[in-house]
């Protein structure tokens, strides 16, 4: 027989404040006496809870009453949740009451989210901030950095640096060894300094920031700078809100410096296998050419959500005499004036090299294989962005950690729900724009269910373009554009399945990526590789991401099926945020904390 939990209506709080508390009190009663079945009856019949590792040391999203039961009976004795106090007046709106909270557990301290309908919890979130005893050195914990008095044996910051530097990777092992020093494995790498856990970041450039000196000369980010920060360090006020891929580069490379990330650049991972006995990697890497062995306990792949570069195998590439490369190795338009360019692909990056091609005067032809989503930069900043991310949410209280809550506060399942008017508004808004762009042929599309862009970045990482202006070098004809397959390439032509001919000096291969577990596979084995499964997605059973429901990114900022083995990428707001769950947890490892998974990564694609 189901419990009835709902005061008398005499009796029932009425305004926000009382329903929340009133909440709280019943649920952290009802944990306290571990009676789970009550705890779940507290949430709606449709209901989510989204938990970043404080119940269940994983991330991820149990549904309705039943999710709610299975989670609590698995991780309730353990957790020990408790506290449960709100830290800002809640609000109502369309019957809704939404609360930000903070609680306890046995080992950390976390914050939340909570939607409240009349029927119970509609969306919670919980999510760890820190673990007790090993917090942070901030604000009233911070470091001292000068030592007073006098000692004939000190050292000086440098002296330290430079000994912890000369014996990393010899004498002394890294704990944690993050593969690639991108933003996120640079972020992550501050992250773990912060916690005190040994750990090194390593990338195949020579300097922080080289991958994006190395892209092509016109590519700023696409997204504004509220959304960009890193952590601890935010961009200065004055800071442009797209900015130039060099200065992004300067940005890493100082951040790496100020943060004291431990970086080795011109190190390539050449291999790595784990050794269940040993508990560790042995991971072969070659710095500045000459071999070394490290031996981690944990291995972090940060390569890019992206993956690996994804370049067709078409008949006739061994004979053509021009250029040919994939859209990351494209070096920039400079040698290219007058020249006949053929990009294949209609996402980002080829709207971005098709634009700075035709600024140098190169005769550009697009060719599109599929449907693209545009969005106008200046309407995905307004509408899509700027209640969260803006000058004006800050104005109003919004800073970039609530922002992040906020966000991550939305349970996938129905995310899309939110999207949809959005994209609504943004159709309307920009009418003339589509329909000039459907005059000129162009294949548009917002999604499988119409959610637009954020959502097939989730789902599929690929599709869309934030228009910084090249589509309307498309609109108006000026970049060709020419729809179908490449069936195969003479020795100055790209020929289309339906017999087109493109004459071509340079063919651009803008054909995406590959799942991240493609760099597992060349780093580990193909047998990891498929163990773990495809990362990134959510299941949605939406085009490129099949089924079933995962409710959760893929194998991202987890446990993965392979011990010891992470994933971590993304834009740069999710390494900043993620970044801080994935250290937690490598912290709670290096410490010895008992971490048991709740719902482990399971595995139903390979790729």
């Known amino acids: 027989m189901t419990r009835t939990l709902e005061p008398t209506a005499s009796s029932q709080p009425t305004d926000p404040q ?18 789970v079945e009550r705890a779940a009856e507290m949430f709606a019949p449709t209901s989510f809870w989204r938990d970043l590792i404080a119940f269940t040391w994983n991330i991820t999203t149990v549904e309705d009453r039943d999710g709610v039961s299975d989670l609590l009976r698995h991780t309730l004795e353990g957790t020990k949740p408790s506290g449960f106090r709100t ?8 019957g809704v009451v939404t609360a930000w909270f903070e609680f306890e557990t046995a080992v950390g301290r976390g914050q939340g989210h909570l939607r409240l309908k009349d029927e119970g919890a509609w969306t919670f979130l919980t999510a760890l901030q820190e673990l007790k005893g090993h917090e942070e050195p901030r604000g009233t914990r911070r470091q001292m950095g000068a030592e007073h008095g006098a000692d004939k044996g000190r050292l000086t910051w440098k002296e330290k640096r430079q000994q912890e530097a000369e014996s990393l990777g010899s004498t002394e092992q890294p704990y944690v060894l993050v593969v690639g020093g991108g933003q996120g494995g640079i972020a992550l790498g501050a992250r773990l300094r912060q916690l005190g856990v040994p750990s090194l970041v390593i990338d195949k450039h020579p300097r922080p920031g080289d991958q994006w000196r190395s892209r092509y000369k016109s590519l700023c980010l696409h997204d504004p700078v509220w959304y960009d920060h890193l952590p601890y360090l935010k961009f200065p006020d004055n800071w442009p809100v797209f900015a130039p891929k060099d200065k992004i580069a300067d940005w890493l490379e100082s951040y790496t410096t100020v943060m004291e990330v431990p970086y080795w650049g011109s190190t390539v991972a050449t291999s790595a296998a784990y ?11 070659e710095r500045e050419g000459k071999p070394l062995t490290l031996r981690p306990r944990q291995l972090v792949l940060a390569t890019g959500m992206s993956g690996k570069p994804n370049v067709p195998d078409i008949p006739g590439q061994d004979v053509f005499r021009g250029d040919q490369h994939h859209s990351s190795a494209h070096p920039g338009p400079d040698a290219y004036a007058g020249k006949k360019v053929v990009v294949i692909g209609s996402n980002n990056s080829a709207f971005d090299i098709c634009g700075a091609l035709w600024e140098h005067d190169a005769d550009v032809t697009m060719v599109q294989r599929s449907s693209t989503h545009i969005v106008k930069s200046e309407t995905l900043m307004d509408i899509g962005l700027g209640d969260l991310y803006s000058e004006r949410a800050l104005a109003a209280g919004v800073t970039t950690e609530k922002a992040d809550m906020t966000f991550a506060s939305l349970p996938y399942r129905i995310m899309h729900e939110f999207q949809i008017p959005l994209y609504e508004q943004m159709k309307e808004r920009d009418k003339d724009f589509y329909d000039r762009m459907e005059k000129a042929g162009f294949w548009l599309d917002f999604g499988d269910d119409e959610s637009g862009l954020f959502m097939k970045y989730l789902r599929r990482g690929s599709g869309y373009y934030i228009d910084v202006g090249a589509a309307e070098l498309v609109a108006d004809g000026e970049v060709k554009l020419v729809h179908g397959q490449v069936d195969h390439l003479t020795e100055d032509a790209v020929v289309l399945e339906d017999g087109t001919e493109l004459p071509a000096d340079l063919v651009v291969y803008a054909t995406g990526y590959g799942s991240m577990n493609g760099w597992a596979a060349d780093l580990i084995s193909q047998e990891v590789a498929d163990k773990v499964g495809k990362v990134w997605g959510l299941g949605s059973d939406t085009t490129k991401d099949p089924g079933p429901w995962e409710g959760e990114q893929r194998n991202m900022w987890k446990p993965t099926q392979q011990e010891a083995l992470w994933f971590h990428g993304g834009n740069l707001h999710q390494s900043r945020h993620y970044s801080l769950y994935l250290a937690l947890q490598l912290k709670a490892r290096f410490e010895g904390i008992d971490t048991p998974v709740y719902r482990l990564q399971e595995v139903h694609h390979t790729a």
């Not at 830290?87 to 369309?94: G, I, M, N, Q, V």
């Not at 050794?275 to 890497?285: D, K, S």
């Open 87 to 94: 830290t800002e007046p809640p609000a109502e709106e369309d």
């Open 275 to 285: 050794h269940q006995e040993a508990g560790q990697w042995v991971v072969e890497v």
């Open 18 to 35: 009382s329903r929340v508390d009133a909440w709280f009190s019943a649920f952290e009663e009802a944990l306290t006496s571990g009676d």
